[in-house]
C-alpha cells in the first residue's frame, strides 16, 4: 500500500505561483514513477506531468509544458509540482499518484486525496 498526501494548493492570481508537495509512504517510493493530475469541474482528469524514479524520464500535457515542472526528492520521498505563469484554465483539484512500476506511461495505481488550486483574474 501507498499513501499520498498532497499540499501546497490555495488561492493564487494569473501569473502567480505555486508548488504542490506530495508526501508518499508505505512503499518503495524511490522505485515509483509519481504524476500530478488534475480534474476541474465538468471536466475529465487530465494528466498533468509525471517523473521516472530516477527523475530521468518527465511528461508534461502540452497545456502546462513550459509553466510547470515536476521534481522529486527519494530522499525525502516527496515529488513536487512548481507551477509558474498560473492561469485561469489551470484552476483545478490536483491529485498526486503513484505507480507499481517505473514507467511514467499507462495507469497510475495509488491517489492521494487532492488540493485544490484556485487561480484567479
Known amino acids: 500500500q501507498v499513501q499520498l498526501v498532497e499540499s501546497g494548493g490555495g488561492l493564487v492570481q494569473a501569473g502567480g505561483s505555486l508548488r504542490l508537495s506530495c508526501a508518499a509512504s508505505?512503499?518503495?517510493?524511490?522505485?515509483?514513477?509519481m504524476g500530478w493530475f488534475r480534474q476541474a469541474p465538468g471536466k475529465e482528469r487530465e494528466y498533468v506531468s509525471g517523473?521516472?524514479?530516477?527523475?530521468?524520464?518527465?511528461y508534461y500535457a502540452d497545456s502546462v509544458k513550459g509553466r510547470f515542472t515536476i521534481s522529486r526528492d527519494n530522499a525525502k520521498n516527496t515529488v513536487y509540482l512548481q507551477m509558474n505563469s498560473l492561469k485561469l484554465e489551470d484552476t483545478a483539484v490536483y491529485y498526486c499518484?503513484?505507480?507499481?512500476?517505473?514507467?511514467?506511461?499507462?495507469?497510475?495505481?495509488?491517489w492521494g486525496q487532492g488540493t485544490q488550486v484556485t487561480v484567479s483574474s
Open positions: 499518484a503513484a505507480k507499481l512500476t517505473n514507467t511514467i506511461s499507462g495507469p497510475y495505481n495509488y
Open positions: 508505505g512503499r518503495t517510493f524511490s522505485s515509483s514513477a
Open positions: 517523473i521516472s524514479a530516477n527523475g530521468r524520464s518527465t
